[in-house]
């Protein structure tokens, strides 16, 4: 079974501080792809990786970037954490047949 | 431009109650189709999927139909337990293989 990672399942941080969010997946998959989740705004996607060293803006991609150094690995950075930023993060990875396969989620307060 | 409209919910049900979550699609030609699963505190799993017109995806007693004609993925279970409550999602994949689209989830509770 494909297995996706994230480092944490609950972070509290404060305004203004530098967060990363770790994702790992163990399938060789080429796509990654980092969503946040809010209640009544269903899925937003907020970058998404096609290969090694490459990234590109989903839909709401202001106030986050993102690194791919290693294939197995995605991470997600705000760079000033701000309280609308509160969330649940979901990380996935995508098999070459289309469907994804999702980590647990970080949940993630802003305080 | 792709979107995929779920029913609102909560959808409430009795245990072994018969279940449909409705799914229609909009889409250029013909996308792949997926019913993803969200139980609480968790990420996302993937339940099923569709990928040509009449295909039927199926998997621990919960089944869609993928209909062309009226461009619909309807989810279905003929006896709902307890443990099925959950947040479902609708999902498409368009043929360019780019972003998976996804509907707004419904909430079902059983009890």
């Known amino acids: 079974d494909v297995k996706v990672t994230q480092s944490s399942r609950y972070l509290v941080k404060r305004t203004g501080e530098k967060v990363f969010l770790e994702c790992v997946q163990d399938?060789?998959?080429?796509?990654m792809f980092w969503y946040r989740q809010d209640p009544g705004l269903g899925l937003r996607l907020i970058y998404f990786s096609y290969d090694v060293k490459m990234k590109e803006k989903g839909d709401i991609p202001e106030g986050y970037s993102v690194s791919r150094e290693k294939k197995e690995r995605f991470s997600l950075i705000l760079e000033s954490a701000s309280t609308n930023q509160t969330s649940m993060y979901l990380c996935a990875s995508r098999k070459n047949t289309g469907e994804l396969f999702f980590g647990e989620g970080s949940r993630l307060t802003v305080l | 431009g792709n979107s995929v409209t779920q029913m609102e919910g909560p959808v409430t049900l009795s245990e072994e109650a018969f279940l449909t979550i409705n799914c229609t699609y909009t889409?250029?030609?013909?996308?792949?189709l997926f019913w993803y699963v969200q139980y609480p505190g968790e990420g996302l799993q993937l339940l099923l999927k569709?990928?040509?017109?009449?295909d039927k995806g199926s998997n621990k007693g919960f089944e869609a139909t993928y209909r062309k004609e009226t461009t619909s993925f309807h989810l279905e279970k003929g006896s709902v337990q307890v443990s099925d409550s959950a947040v479902y999602f609708c999902a498409l994949i368009p043929l360019s293989f780019q972003k998976l689209v996804f509907g707004t989830g419904t909430r079902l509770l059983v009890s």
């Open positions: 889409a250029t030609g013909y996308p792949s």
């Open positions: 399938m060789d998959h080429e796509n």
């Open positions: 569709a990928t040509k017109a009449d």
